[in-house]
Nanobody
Framework: QVQLVESGGGLVQPGGSLRLSCAAS????????MSWYRQAPGKERELLAQILTDGDSTYPTDSVKGRFTISRDKAKNTVYLQMNNLRPEDTAVYYCQGSGIWGQGTQVTVSS
């Protein structure tokens, strides 16, 4: 079964860190561009980070540059999003996307 399963979300205080995981099954993630998106209530889904097949990464959203890092573990067929110095405005549901499919999302809440 082709699917993406995110995990690692939760409640964190401002300034804290979280690492999200996206486990791929049914396909080899390293052969595709893999992406992280987020969607906050009342807002459109926005693209945060991508890791390309050659390992290069891009961060189209300025607000996360320097704070978020996308990476992958080929052996585990998993993509990660390391999020540091989290802010209340980072609160959203975070989604992994690749090979034309989406994960179910994981909630990240940044609050004191």
């Amino acid at each position: 079964q082709v699917q993406l399963v995110e995990s690692g979300g939760g409640l964190v205080q401002p300034g804290g860190s979280l690492r999200l995981s996206c486990a791929a099954s049914g396909f080899t993630a390293r052969l595709y561009t893999m992406s992280w998106y987020r969607q906050a209530p009342g807002k459109e889904r926005e693209l945060l980070a991508q890791i390309l097949t050659d390992g290069d990464s891009t961060y189209p959203t300025d607000s996360v540059k320097g704070r978020f890092t996308i990476s992958r573990d080929k052996a585990k067929n998993t993509v990660y999003l390391q999020m540091n110095n989290l802010r209340p405005e980072d609160t959203a549901v975070y989604y992994c996307q690749g090979s034309g499919i989406w994960g179910q999302g994981t909630q990240v809440t940044v609050s004191s």
